[in-house]
C-alpha cells in the first residue's frame, strides 16, 4: 500500500473510534449542531465481488448490500464493485487483507492456491453430505472456528470469514459432443477450480482454472475443451450455450460450494458493535433470499438453455461420478498428511455421518412423488 492509502486506513478508523457513526460524538455539548449532522452521515464500505457485472451472483450480491443499508438504516452503505474493479477476481483475500477492499464477495476455492485447506469450505470431498448440511457444519460443526484458525493463526492474514447461501450441487459442465462414460473426457482440456481440479487431473483430465468471465472465450480459442461454472442461470449469461450444446448436471466434484463473504478484520472490529451484528447476521439473511432468488432463476433458465438455447441435458454419467468418488478417495490420505486438515476433513465426516444419517432416514422419495404427478421428466 502507498503511504496515502495507509493514511487513508487511520484516519476511517480513527473517524470508528471516535463513535460518530454511532452517535458517540454528540457529547460535546457546545457542538451539538455539527456532531449533529456527522451523525447522519454514512460509513461507505467498499466490497468488490469475484464476478462479471453481468452475472447473476453480482445480484446476489447486491442483495446482500441491500439488507445491510436497511437492517443499519443507512448508516452503513456499500460500494459493490465486480471483479476487476479492483483487484482480479482470485485476489481479493489479499485486497480485503490489505485493507485495500474493506469486503469480499467470492468463494474459498479461488484462493486456493495459497493454502489447498481453503477448498474445504465448499469444494471439498463429497461424504454424502448436502450443501444445506454443510453450511450447517460451517455455522454448528465448528467450521467457522477452523476457517479462523486457517485465515488468521497458519496464514496470518488480517481478515473475519462467513460463509452463505447452500449452492445447488454443480453441473459436471459443457460438452461439445455427448459423454457416455470416463474414457469419454480423458485427456479433455477443462475447467474447473479448487480441489476439483486435483479430482479432475487424477481422472485423467487437462485443467484450467479460469475466473467465470474468461471462460467461454477460452473455449472460443481452444484453451479449453469443456469447463463448469456453477448454474445454470450464469451459464446461461455467460453463453455457454453457444460454445457447446451438452450439459451434464449432478456431479460430485463440486457438491457443496457457499459463497465466501470476507471481512477486513481491522475494519470490521472498529465498528459499532450493532454494526458488526448486522454485517454478520445479514449474510444468514441474504443467505435465504439468494436461496429462494436461485431456485427460481437456476430452474427458469434451465428450461431457456433446452428451449431457445437448444442445449441437451443428461445427467452425468455413473461411472464418471463413480471415478469422481475413486478419485476423492485417492486425494483424501494427500490432504490429511496437513494436521489442520485433517482435522477439519475428520470434523466433517463425524458431522455427516450424524447428521445425514437423519437428513436421509427422515426424507421421504421426493422422486417418487415427482414422478407421480410430472410423470416421464426426469431422467435418471
Same mark, same amino acid.
Request: hydrophobic share 45%.
Given at each position: 500500500?502507498?503511504?496515502?492509502?495507509?493514511?487513508?486506513?487511520?484516519?476511517?478508523?480513527?473517524?470508528?473510534?471516535?463513535?460518530?457513526?454511532?452517535? &458517540?460524538?454528540?457529547? !460535546?455539548? @457546545? #457542538?451539538?449542531?455539527?456532531?449533529? %449532522?456527522?451523525?447522519? $452521515? +454514512?460509513?461507505? /464500505?467498499?466490497?468488490?465481488?469475484?464476478?462479471?457485472?453481468?452475472?447473476?451472483?453480482?445480484?446476489?450480491?447486491?442483495?446482500?448490500?441491500?439488507?445491510?443499508?436497511?437492517?443499519?438504516?443507512?448508516?452503513?452503505?456499500?460500494?459493490?464493485?465486480?471483479?476487476?474493479?479492483?483487484?482480479?477476481?482470485?485476489?481479493?483475500?489479499?485486497?480485503?487483507?490489505?485493507?485495500?477492499?474493506?469486503?469480499?464477495?467470492?468463494?474459498?476455492?479461488?484462493?486456493? &492456491?495459497?493454502?489447498? !485447506?481453503? @477448498? #474445504?469450505?465448499?469444494?471439498?470431498? %463429497?461424504?454424502?453430505? $448436502? +450443501?444445506?448440511? /454443510?453450511?450447517?457444519?460451517?455455522?454448528?460443526?465448528?467450521?467457522?472456528?477452523?476457517?479462523?484458525?486457517?485465515?488468521?493463526?497458519?496464514?496470518?492474514?488480517?481478515?473475519?470469514?462467513?460463509?452463505?447461501?447452500?449452492?445447488?450441487?454443480?453441473?459436471?459442465?459443457?460438452?461439445?459432443?455427448?459423454?457416455?462414460?470416463?474414457?469419454?473426457?480423458?485427456?479433455?482440456?477443462?475447467?474447473?477450480?479448487?480441489?476439483?481440479?486435483?479430482?479432475?487431473?487424477?481422472?485423467?483430465?487437462?485443467?484450467?482454472?479460469?475466473?467465470?468471465?474468461?471462460?467461454?472465450?477460452?473455449?472460443?480459442?481452444?484453451?479449453?475443451?469443456?469447463?463448469?461454472?456453477?448454474?445454470?442461470?450464469?451459464?446461461?449469461?455467460?453463453?455457454?450455450?453457444?460454445?457447446?450444446?451438452?450439459?451434464?448436471?449432478?456431479?460430485?466434484?463440486?457438491?457443496?460450494?457457499?459463497?465466501?463473504?470476507?471481512?477486513?478484520?481491522?475494519?470490521?472490529?472498529?465498528?459499532?458493535?450493532?454494526?458488526?451484528?448486522?454485517?454478520?447476521?445479514?449474510?444468514?439473511?441474504?443467505?435465504?433470499?439468494?436461496?429462494?432468488?436461485?431456485?427460481?432463476?437456476?430452474?427458469?433458465?434451465?428450461?431457456?438453455?433446452?428451449?431457445?438455447?437448444?442445449?441437451?441435458?443428461?445427467?452425468?454419467?455413473?461411472?464418471?461420478?463413480?471415478?469422481?468418488?475413486?478419485?476423492?478417495?485417492?486425494?483424501?490420505?494427500?490432504?490429511?498428511?496437513?494436521?489442520?486438515?485433517?482435522?477439519?476433513?475428520?470434523?466433517?465426516?463425524?458431522?455427516?455421518?450424524?447428521?445425514?444419517?437423519?437428513?436421509?432416514?427422515?426424507?421421504?422419495?421426493?422422486?417418487?412423488?415427482?414422478?407421480?404427478?410430472?410423470?416421464?421428466?426426469?431422467?435418471?
Amino acid at each position: 500500500m502507498t503511504d496515502k492509502t495507509i493514511a487513508q486506513g487511520v484516519n476511517r478508523r480513527s473517524f470508528l473510534r471516535t463513535g460518530v457513526v454511532g452517535g &458517540g460524538a454528540a457529547a !460535546a455539548g @457546545s #457542538l451539538l449542531a455539527a456532531p449533529a %449532522v456527522l451523525a447522519q $452521515s +454514512p460509513l461507505v /464500505m467498499k466490497m468488490q465481488t469475484s464476478w462479471p457485472a453481468s452475472d447473476i451472483w453480482q445480484t446476489m450480491a447486491q442483495q446482500y448490500v441491500e439488507r445491510v443499508e436497511a437492517m443499519s438504516n443507512g448508516r452503513l452503505k456499500i460500494d459493490l464493485l465486480p471483479a476487476g474493479a479492483v483487484v482480479g477476481a482470485f485476489q481479493v483475500i489479499d485486497a480485503v487483507n490489505d485493507g485495500v477492499l474493506d469486503a469480499s464477495h467470492s468463494v474459498s476455492a479461488y484462493w486456493y &492456491g495459497k493454502n489447498k !485447506a481453503a @477448498s #474445504l469450505f465448499g469444494t471439498g470431498p %463429497v461424504f454424502g453430505g $448436502s +450443501p444445506t448440511t /454443510m453450511l450447517s457444519w460451517f455455522y454448528a460443526g465448528g467450521g467457522e472456528e477452523f476457517f479462523r484458525e486457517l485465515v488468521q493463526d497458519v496464514m496470518g492474514m488480517n481478515v473475519v470469514g462467513l460463509m452463505g447461501f447452500p449452492m445447488p450441487a454443480q453441473p459436471f459442465g459443457w460438452f461439445k459432443n455427448p459423454v457416455t462414460g470416463l474414457a469419454d473426457v480423458q485427456g479433455m482440456k477443462y475447467r474447473t477450480v479448487g480441489l476439483a481440479a486435483d479430482v479432475m487431473q487424477s481422472m485423467g483430465l487437462s485443467v484450467a482454472q479460469l475466473p467465470g468471465g474468461e471462460i467461454v472465450p477460452a473455449m472460443e480459442r481452444g484453451v479449453i475443451d469443456a469447463f463448469e461454472f456453477n448454474n445454470p442461470s450464469s451459464d446461461l449469461r455467460f453463453g455457454a450455450q453457444d460454445v457447446a450444446k451438452n450439459y451434464y448436471l449432478g456431479s460430485y466434484h463440486q457438491a457443496a460450494e457457499t459463497f465466501e463473504f470476507l471481512f477486513n478484520r481491522d475494519f470490521l472490529e472498529d465498528l459499532e458493535p450493532d454494526l458488526q451484528a448486522i454485517l454478520r447476521h445479514a449474510v444468514e439473511a441474504v443467505s435465504t433470499y439468494n436461496t429462494a432468488f436461485a431456485m427460481d432463476n437456476y430452474s427458469a433458465d434451465l428450461l431457456k438453455l433446452t428451449g431457445e438455447g437448444g442445449v441437451t441435458v443428461h445427467r452425468t454419467p455413473q461411472d464418471i461420478l463413480s471415478a469422481q468418488i475413486d478419485a476423492w478417495d485417492k486425494l483424501i490420505p494427500e490432504l490429511e498428511s496437513d494436521e489442520l486438515m485433517k482435522r477439519i476433513l475428520d470434523s466433517q465426516r463425524a458431522w455427516v455421518e450424524r447428521v445425514t444419517y437423519y437428513e436421509l432416514m427422515n426424507a421421504p422419495d421426493y422422486t417418487l412423488a415427482y414422478e407421480h404427478y410430472f410423470p416421464g421428466k426426469v431422467t435418471l
